[in-house]
Nanobody
Framework: VQLQASGGGLVQARGSLRLSCAASGSLFGSYALGWFRQAPGKEREFVAG????????DYLYSEEGRFTISRDNAKNMMYLDMLSVKPEDAAVYFC?????????????????????????WGQGTLVTVSS
């Protein structure tokens, strides 16, 4: 699977942005997907994840409800809708694809949270927030 993230750019604080991740290759619908971000001097952190069939999602700050992850398996696309963007959201955003590697994993079809679980990464798209 090859991934390409896009949609980043300059956004004003409290504005909105949609990031997209386009995938090529087969079996897109068999992977859990996720968005991660990395700010300068910081480690890559989980932002949002979605399971292979889109029935389960989770977020870094789920209580805020500002981000929404979605996927369209027919189009090999994943999205991250960002609302009420904050200056601390500024980072390079990466999309990743994580395979289910065990029978239990395949049966549960959960969200994947750790970077080491992801085998494929897009190149990243930069989000800059002006205050």
């Amino acid at each position: 699977v090859q991934l390409q993230a896009s949609g980043g750019g300059l956004v004003q604080a409290r504005g909105s942005l949609r990031l997209s991740c386009a995938a090529s290759g087969s079996l897109f619908g068999s992977y859990a997907l996720g968005w991660f971000r990395q700010a300068p001097g910081k480690e890559r952190e989980f932002v949002a994840g979605i399971n292979s069939i889109g029935s389960k999602t989770d977020y870094l700050y789920s209580e805020e409800g500002r981000f929404t992850i979605s996927r369209d398996n027919a189009k090999n696309m994943m999205y991250l809708d960002m609302l009420s963007v904050k200056p601390e959201d500024a980072a390079v955003y990466f999309c990743g694809a994580a395979p289910y590697k065990t029978p239990a994993d395949m049966s549960w079809k959960g969200v994947k949270y750790a970077p080491h679980e992801y085998d494929y990464w897009g190149q990243g798209t930069l989000v800059t927030v002006s205050s």
